[in-house]
């Protein structure tokens, strides 16, 4: 079975302090993705990225960076310059293959963090 | 954005009563799901359909049930709802089942009293 852990219920920082939100996953497929997803206060989901298993660069995205790394299974988010803009809610998702029909495109969800940025 | 609506956006509703949820995709895409948000839990599948009329079940769909009779619409029905049943439910929608990533509308608040 698949599963997603993210240790960090809550974390709080000062506006401009870089922030790393961690995200371990357990499968025993080779293929999958890997997905992060924001939820601001307002409630809806925005999907950031998606990673897959062959592809271990580093990725980054303005102040937005992922550290995806095979040997620890682990997929982290880290923000650099945090702002008061980024006070959400952040999931990471994991996404396995078709498995004899009964997990079309599932996103097990790890169970969240919550992120603050003070002024 | 992603067209994807979910009405009511907010309901109240009390024990026993069956609420039917929509959900509706302009982007004409095949796969649809439909999650509930509980606080410590993420977001858990209740139910998918990978196509008209072809539905299944994730992993907390006992009380729910689904159809799809139309690739637009994707409605979640509460037989009887229960307390436990409180939660935000969301729809996602995916243009492939494996690659592409989950679009989310912007879900529905229930509140089973």
């Known amino acids: 079975a698949q599963k997603v852990t993210q240790a960090q219920t809550e974390i709080s920082v000062v506006e401009k302090e870089d922030v790393t939100l961690d995200c371990v996953y357990e499968?025993?497929?080779?293929?999958?993705?890997l997905f992060w997803y924001k939820q601001p206060p307002s409630g809806e989901l925005v999907f950031l990225i998606r990673?897959?298993?062959?592809?271990?660069q580093n990725e980054i995205s303005g102040r937005y960076s992922w550290n995806f790394q095979k040997s620890t299974s682990s997929f982290n988010f880290t923000i650099t310059a945090s702002q008061v803009v980024d006070s959400a809610v952040y999931f990471c998702a994991l996404r396995m293959p078709n498995a004899g029909g009964t997990s079309y495109g599932k996103l097990t969800f790890g169970q969240g963090t919550i992120l603050t940025v003070h002024p | 954005d992603a067209g994807i609506t979910q009405s009511p956006r907010h309901k109240v509703t009390e024990t026993g009563t069956p609420v039917t949820l929509r959900c509706h995709q302009t982007e004409n895409h095949r796969y649809m799901y439909w999650y509930r948000q509980d606080p410590g839990h993420g977001l858990r599948l209740i139910h998918y359909s990978y196509g008209v009329k072809d539905t299944d079940k994730g992993e907390v769909s006992d009380g729910y049930s689904v159809s799809r009779s139309k690739t637009e619409d994707f409605l979640l029905t509460l037989e009887s709802a229960t307390s436990s049943q409180t939660s935000v439910y969301f729809c996602?929608?995916?243009?492939?089942?494996?690659?592409?990533?989950?679009?989310f509308g912007p879900g529905t608040r229930l509140t089973v009293t």
């Open positions: 990673r897959n298993s062959f592809d271990e």
């Open positions: 996602a929608i995916s243009g492939r089942v494996f690659s592409y990533e989950q679009y």
């Open positions: 499968t025993r497929d080779t293929t999958y993705y």
